[in-house]
């Protein structure tokens, strides 16, 4: 029994030894049985936490990409549009090309088929005259080939008539000069001077018995065919005074009433000769003297042209 019991001890000790050897040796397990419990629960808690933050990583990643690709999309869209725009924009500026080109060649068709047409008529209207000309041409010219001939025959009656168109212009010059000389010795003589009227020259001269203002008596001198006197020279100067009782005044064609100190005669001659006395023309009074008379001296003198005096006519024989 000792012995058992002693074997029991032992076996008992050695059961308690084994067992605290094995529950020295399983110590270490189970801290690390421990620890791994532990860790395990942790990662039990970390990998939601983990899978949470993945899935979150995952899905900005997944956002971001999306956004690249929709701008990226967006970019695509508007470079097809405006791919589109630009195509359409050169589809249509060819289409206007096109257009205006159509349009001139379509002109410039028309034109030239417009003038091939007249080239065309023109052509005809040629064809046509020379046709006519082929009919007409021989007979023009056969009918010249016989007027010739008989112009021919007519040589010597035309060359008389040439002979006598000649005799008749020197007989037409020779009765010109004779009529000239006609009229020359009428004028000479000068035979034609109305009754109470002075010759003097190739001029008819009337010296008037009663007075009249200077204008009334140049419409009197035109009322008998004629004009106040105008002096063409010394010698008409003098036979005008030689014809003049002293003390008379008689009006000349002169004034200066157009303009002062411009003395004209009445046809329109400016003063070229003039037989004023001495101090005239003086143009004295409040209207000024601007017509011209002449007295038995055959001198001068302005005098106010509303005054009375004689008046001397004067017209061609
Ligand atoms: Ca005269
Ligand atoms: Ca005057
Ligand atoms: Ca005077």
Avoid at 17 to 42: F, V
Avoid at 172 to 191: G, I, K, P, V
Wanted: net charge negative; with cysteine.
């Amino acid at each position: 029994m000792a012995l058992s019991e002693g074997r029991d001890g032992s076996y008992e000790l050695a059961k308690d030894m084994l067992l605290e050897d094995q529950t020295q040796r399983k110590a270490p397990k189970r801290a690390a049985l421990s620890l791994l419990a532990s860790s395990t629960k942790r990662a039990a808690v970390l990998l939601p936490a983990l899978l949470a933050l993945g899935f979150v990583l995952l899905l900005a990643l997944t956002l971001a990409n999306i956004r690249r690709v929709s701008a990226v999309w967006e970019a695509l869209e508007r470079a097809r549009l405006q791919g589109e725009k630009s195509h359409a924009a050169a589809w249509h500026n060819l289409s206007e090309a096109r257009h205006a080109l159509d349009a001139q060649l379509s002109g410039e068709l028309e034109a030239i088929h417009k003038r091939l047409l007249n080239v065309s008529r023109e052509v005809e209207e040629v064809q046509r005259r020379t046709a006519q000309c082929r009919a007409e041409c021989g007979r023009e010219l056969s009918d010249r080939v016989r007027a010739l001939e008989q112009r021919e025959s007519l040589e010597p009656a035309l060359q008389q008539l040439a002979e006598l168109g000649r005799e008749q212009s020197r007989v037409s010059a020779l009765l010109s000069a004779a009529l000239e000389e006609t009229r020359n010795l009428t004028e000479m003589f000068c035979t034609s001077c109305p009754a109470g009227w002075l010759q003097f020259a190739r001029t008819c001269y009337f010296f008037s018995t009663d007075g009249k203002p200077w204008m009334e008596a140049r419409a009197a001198c035109a009322a008998l065919g004629g004009q106040l006197a105008v002096v063409d020279s010394e010698q008409e100067n003098k036979f005008l005074g030689n014809q003049i009782m002293e003390t008379r005044v008689f009006w000349l064609g002169l004034s200066d009433m157009d303009k002062e100190g411009e003395w004209q005669w009445l046809d329109g001659r400016s003063l070229s000769l003039a037989f004023w006395r001495s101090g005239e023309p003086n143009n004295v009074g409040q209207h000024g003297e601007d017509c011209g008379t002449v007295t038995s001296s055959g001198l001068w003198n302005d005098a106010e042209c509303s005054v009375t005096e004689a008046w001397i006519c004067e017209r061609r024989c």
